[in-house]
Nanobody
Framework: QVQLVESGGGLVQAGGSLRLSCAAS????????MAWFRQAPGKEREFVAA????????YYTDPVKGRFTISRDNAKNTVYLQMNSLKPEDTANYYC?????????????????WGQGTQVTVSS
């Protein structure tokens, strides 16, 4: 229903920063709860962060709390993930996701639309 395209990934040294962007098209952006997931080789896709339609609520997985910030610009149909103090264990393919329904769950099956992913590699 909505198309999502991530950008901003790359190679960074531990302790560095990156900002990921997810551009949405083909849907009414303000209807969507937006989220970021990540998947490392050989591991399951895991939730990273989510933001409500009006940005009134945000959620983070414990390993990124205090380091990552999710935000959205509804005028630009874009969601961002600011990643600071990056660690090697943050290395993964990062995916943008969207859903229109309300839910208390933040697993991969709780989101219906996905981007293609952008690779983040953090070296030590």
């Amino acid at each position: 229903q909505v198309q999502l395209v991530e950008s901003g990934g790359g190679l960074v040294q531990a302790g560095g920063s990156l900002r990921l962007s997810c551009a949405a098209s083909g849907g009414t952006f303000t209807w969507y709860t937006m989220a970021w997931f990540r998947q490392a080789p050989g591991k399951e896709r895991e939730f990273v962060a989510a933001i409500s339609r009006s940005s009134s609520a945000t959620y983070y997985t414990d390993p990124v709390k205090g380091r990552f910030t999710i935000s959205r610009d509804n005028a630009k149909n874009t969601v961002y993930l600011q990643m600071n103090s990056l660690k090697p264990e943050d290395t993964a393919n990062y995916y943008c996701a969207a859903r229109t329904w309300d839910s208390s769950s933040l697993g991969p099956t709780d989101f219906g639309s996905w981007g293609q992913g952008t690779q983040v590699t953090v070296s030590s």
